[in-house]
């Protein structure tokens, strides 16, 4: 008698809400996506994404949190193109992390 087991290996980003990191998760992923235009002397719209004070306090605005998930192609598009959008999980990542009292580790 001989048995045989197949099994299927997806390739899903597995995303890890709990616990998020400001210096593991969220600093990368900023720089990474956002801090090209926002950092520097003069960041656009005056939004300096670099630090974790400025990041925590921009961050409480629910307007950035909106225009990070705007559609893409419309005017408010972040980051605009040709970059890529947040991933769902990115997003879902930096709300949890502001849910979870935007700390600094």
């Given at each position: ?34 801090n ?9 719209a005056g ?7 400025q ?8 307007k ?16 605009p ?16 992390w ?7 580790n």
């Open positions: 008698m001989m048995i045989m087991i197949f099994g299927c290996v997806y390739d899903e980003e597995i995303c890890n809400t709990i616990d998020v990191s400001y210096s593991a998760v969220i600093a990368p992923t900023l720089d990474a996506n956002c090209s235009c926002h950092a520097g002397i003069t960041p656009a939004l300096d994404l670099t630090d974790y004070e990041v925590s306090d921009s961050l409480t605005s629910v950035i949190l909106e225009v990070i998930q705007n559609e893409i192609g419309s005017y408010y598009e972040m980051p193109a040709p970059n890529s959008p947040l991933s769902d999980c990115q997003i879902l990542l930096l709300k949890n502001v849910a979870q009292g935007r700390r600094n």
